[in-house]
Nanobody, 121 residues
């Protein structure tokens, strides 16, 4: 019913930048919160940043000042601008979104398939 597709991952040197995008499509009535999570090898998935429909944001402590989350409500798309990247930012990055598929449904959280970000020289 609802698909989230991430793009923009890749290999970057320490100190570099990347911009991730995540577009939601399908049967969408409305989207409340959208966000980014990441999972490094051998570690649990962790929050990176979230943004509400009105633009309120939350960041993990270790990305504050380096990453910026934004969204385009008209395009059902969330972005993650990542600057000053460090090797410890290496992970698979997943986006999610709370989606309501019709007026009477509850919000359900959908996930993207993930995109690899590797920070290495």
């Amino acid at each position: 019913q609802v698909q989230l597709v991430e793009s923009g991952g890749g290999l970057v040197q320490p100190g570099g930048s990347l911009r991730l995008s995540c577009a939601a499509s399908g049967r969408i009535f409305s989207i409340n919160s959208m966000g980014w999570y990441r999972q490094a090898p051998g570690k649990e998935r962790e929050l990176v940043a979230t943004i509400t429909r009105s633009g309120n944001t939350v960041y993990a402590d270790d990305v504050k000042g380096r990453f910026t989350v934004s969204r385009d409500n008209a395009k059902n798309t969330v972005y993650l601008e990542m600057n000053s990247l460090k090797p410890e930012d290496t992970a698979v990055y997943y986006c999610n979104a709370g989606v309501r598929t019709d007026l009477r449904s509850a919000y359900y959280v959908y996930w993207g398939q993930g995109t690899q970000v590797t920070v290495s020289s």
